[in-house]
């Protein structure tokens, strides 16, 4: 479901729980009033949970989501409540990496975005995934993700 107007916002400054899941997920938008400039816009998930579809244990990851706007910007309060709904999906770390950023590529239509999922280890071994939507913008700064390698005790 989406919402793409800036007088239709409907979650922002309302109670709001958890949707049941990502699909069933809104997400809102509003105008960027930055049009004629190129920027970056990051959100880092430190926190993120989903399940395994196969044993429903949970897993966690720390991500981070880059998009440069081109004429809207995702409503944040949305983009958390959908996040936060992949806490009872079961699904692979690809598929949920990967899924989040093309779900945010059609539904916003940025220059570009790219999202790394660095998913802490299961089975004694990370996982990160790592998506982009393109070639970024040559003239934009676009700082390193700032999330290191996993160590384990080494």
């Not at 989406?2 to 309302?14: F, M, Q, R």
């Not at 920027?39 to 579809?53: A, G, H, I, Q």
């Not at 945010?104 to 940025?110: A, D, N, V």
Request: glycine letters at 10%.
């Amino acid at each position: 479901m989406t919402s793409d107007s800036n007088e239709k916002l409907t979650l922002l400054g309302a109670s709001g729980s958890l949707p049941t899941s990502p699909d069933e997920a809104i997400l809102e938008r509003v105008s960027n009033p930055q049009t004629n400039s190129s920027y970056l816009v990051r959100f880092t998930c430190p926190e993120f949970t989903s399940l395994c579809p196969v044993t429903g244990q949970p897993d966690f990851a720390h991500l981070v989501i880059d998009y440069v706007p081109q004429n809207w910007l995702v409503e944040s309060k949305s983009f958390k409540l959908y996040l936060g709904a992949f806490r009872n999906h079961g699904a692979f770390h690809e598929d949920c990496t990967v899924g989040i950023g093309k779900r945010l590529e059609e539904f916003l239509s940025p220059h570009w975005l790219r999202i790394g999922g660095y998913w802490y280890p299961r089975g004694g071994m990370p996982i990160d995934v790592f998506y982009q939507s393109g070639s970024p913008p040559a003239e934009l700064w676009i700082p390193d993700q700032g999330v290191p390698s996993y160590r384990g005790r080494g």
